[in-house]
Structures are given as C-alpha cells and as structure tokens.
C-alpha cells in the first residue's frame, strides 16, 4: 500500500513538474527532460534518507525498553503493609516537592545517605535529594516536574552524581541505587 502510494505520489509530481515546465507530452525538450530526471533524482534521494532515518528510529524505540527493576524490600505481608504506606508517604512528599521528604526518606531508609556519603564524603544534601528520588524510582521526566527544573538540567544533575558516585556508564543507575 505505502509503495503505491509512494509511486502515485511520485508520477503526481514529476507531472507537475513538467505542466509547470510547459512540456507537452508528445514533444520532449532536453533541458526538461533533464530539469524532470533531476527532480526526480533529488526527490528519490530525500525520500530514502527520511524512510532510513524514520525505520532507525523505530527500531532504536523498539530496543529501547526498561530494564526490570528489583523489589526496594521483600518482608512479611503485615510488616510490608506499613513499610508501603510509609513508602506512599514519602512518595507523595517527593511529589509535593515538601522539605521534608529527604528527612522521612532517610528514616525509611536509615544506612542509604550514610553508604553513599562513604562512596563518596563531597556529596551535597541537593545531590542526596535526587539519589533518594532515583531510588524510589522516579524518571528524569518525573523528577524535573516535581523539582520544577527542566529535564536537561535533571540529566546534567545524574550525570554529575555517576560521576561523584564512580558508576559506570552501562551500569543502570536505579538498579545501582536500589543495591546500595
């Protein structure tokens, strides 16, 4: 269907091309001749680098699919009740972008600040903010609407910390955080 279109598309403009140029049909002048092969040259050429570009780009979103990510705290169905509700909690301040969210997040998680803050003792409480943030799972995208920062700066913030941290670039960070 898409070839055929492709091609009716094609005859369309080259007949166009040569209505404009003032080509009759039955005489054909050399320099239109060439004016209409060039054309069509140009055309094919544009054509089958967009149809290039646009079939790598749905292959790279294709692959480009979250890993899994592991379970923050496996314990029994009555502890894990409360835990999760405490998590919603906390969730929820990050939200809000409340201030006391890394306060409530570091009872909930006692040993993370103190293990990163070994890896690496120059880390700022801004920098502590959004490793908790990574831990509980928030994307770039969702961390720059509730930071109220934009996606590029967010980017340049977690680069900044796999830097400080030593992560490797094909090493996920959530995983890494959520393993600390």
Same mark, same amino acid.
């Given at each position: 269907?898409?070839?055929?279109?492709?091609?009716?598309?094609?005859?369309?403009?080259?007949?166009?091309?040569?209505?404009?140029?003032?080509?009759?049909?039955?005489?054909?002048?050399?320099?239109?001749?060439?004016?209409?092969?060039?054309?069509?040259?140009?055309?094919?050429?544009?054509?089958?680098?967009?149809?290039?570009?646009?079939?790598?780009?749905?292959?790279?979103?294709?692959?480009?699919?979250?890993?899994?990510?592991?379970?923050?705290?496996?314990?029994?169905?009555?502890?894990?009740?409360?835990?999760?509700?405490?998590?919603?909690?906390?969730?929820?301040?990050?939200?809000?972008?409340?201030?006391?969210?890394?306060?409530?997040?570091?009872?909930?998680?006692?040993?993370?600040?103190?293990?990163?803050?070994?890896?690496?003792?120059?880390?700022?409480?801004?920098?502590?903010? &959004?490793?908790?943030?990574? *831990? /509980?799972?928030?994307? $770039?995208? +969702?961390?720059?609407?509730?930071?109220?920062?934009? =996606?590029?700066?967010?980017?340049?913030?977690? &680069?900044?910390?796999?830097? *400080? /941290?030593?992560?490797? $670039?094909? +090493?996920?960070?959530?995983?890494?955080?959520?393993? =600390?």
């Amino acid at each position: 269907m898409k070839k055929k279109l492709l091609i009716l598309s094609f005859l369309l403009i080259l007949t166009n091309i040569k209505a404009q140029a003032g080509i009759k049909t039955e005489i054909y002048k050399p320099q239109a001749v060439n004016v209409i092969l060039i054309s069509g040259i140009i055309f094919l050429v544009i054509f089958t680098g967009l149809f290039i570009y646009y079939k790598k780009k749905s292959s790279q979103v294709k692959t480009r699919q979250k890993e899994p990510v592991p379970e923050i705290i496996f314990l029994p169905a009555k502890e894990k009740r409360t835990i999760d509700s405490e998590l919603n909690n906390v969730i929820e301040l990050a939200k809000n972008n409340d201030k006391s969210f890394h306060i409530k997040f570091s009872e909930l998680f006692p040993e993370f600040n103190q293990k990163l803050l070994e890896v690496n003792p120059q880390l700022t409480h801004s920098d502590l903010e &959004y490793c908790a943030l990574i *831990k /509980l799972k928030f994307d $770039t995208k +969702e961390i720059a609407i509730y930071k109220n920062t934009s =996606i590029s700066s967010v980017e340049s913030k977690k &680069y900044r910390i796999r830097k *400080k /941290l030593c992560i490797r $670039t094909d +090493e996920n960070m959530y995983t890494w955080m959520i393993n =600390i």
